[in-house]
């Protein structure tokens, strides 16, 4: 079993609309969980990061975190096509991060 | 603020050669320098990290003999692909943290531009 799993996708989602990105984690002892955006070629870019059960919102960004069933997921409000790329979820083992393999987005006008 | 960069952002280079990449902390000091590799279509796989001054920490799996890290500055660390072979052909990306250990260093960790390598 991965340590981080994802749907490679691709998700597509017309503008405007709530694209829901979710990722499943295996360690109980992830202490904190990491979303990122990575553009085709690019190096990702942090979004938001989550630690407690619960939601956290960053604009148009939305974090939940579900320790109990080792869930994390990120919506994103009002997707626009600069909003296609590849979201990358992450979880933090000891002192480091492990990435799952993405979710790629498609916005389509 | 925040910027680190890479040099060369590509290179292309013969089997059985080496080759440098430069990470470079622009506006502040990185305490904690980690190299990452992404191959296509895959995550990024965390290959080492170092702190000035000391020897880095690979990860299992990743050969130390072959790749080279020397974080000799606290703005500057450097990955050497040694006797570099086709199979070494990846995306290879810095971040960088002005933290150490334990504190702020992933949440406040921040991302070359990354570094495309083609070995022929």
């Known amino acids: 079993q991965k340590e981080v799993e994802q749907n490679s996708g691709p998700l597509s989602v017309p503008e405007g609309a709530i694209a829901s990105l979710n990722c499943t984690y295996s360690d109980r002892g992830s202490q904190s969980f990491f979303w990122y955006r990575q553009y085709s070629g690019k190096s990702p870019e942090l979004i938001m990061f989550i630690y407690s059960n619960g939601d956290k919102e960053d604009g148009r960004f939305t974090a939940q975190l579900n320790k109990a069933s080792q869930y994390v997921s990120l919506l994103i409000r009002d997707s626009q096509p600069s909003d296609s790329a590849t979201y990358l979820c992450?979880?933090?083992?000891?002192?480091?991060?492990?990435f799952g393999t993405g979710t790629r987005l498609q916005v389509f006008p | 603020g925040a910027v680190v960069s890479q040099h060369p952002s590509w290179v292309i280079c013969k089997s059985g050669t080496s080759v440098k990449i430069e990470c470079r902390s622009l506006?502040?000091?990185?305490?904690?320098m980690f190299w990452y590799r992404q191959f296509p279509k895959q995550s990024l796989m965390l290959m080492a990290t170092?702190?000035?001054?000391?020897?880095?920490?690979?990860e299992q799996g990743v050969e130390k003999d072959k790749f080279l890290i020397n974080h000799a500055s606290l703005t500057l660390s450097t990955l050497t692909v040694t006797s570099a072979h086709p199979e070494d052909s990846s995306f290879y990306i810095c971040?960088?943290?002005?933290f150490g250990a334990g504190g702020r260093f992933l949440t406040e960790q921040y991302f070359g531009p990354g570094t495309r390598l083609t070995v022929t």
């Open positions: 506006d502040f000091q990185a305490t904690t």
């Open positions: 170092s702190n000035e001054g000391s020897k880095a920490t690979y």
């Open positions: 971040s960088a943290s002005p």
């Open positions: 992450a979880v933090r083992i000891s002192d480091k991060l492990i």
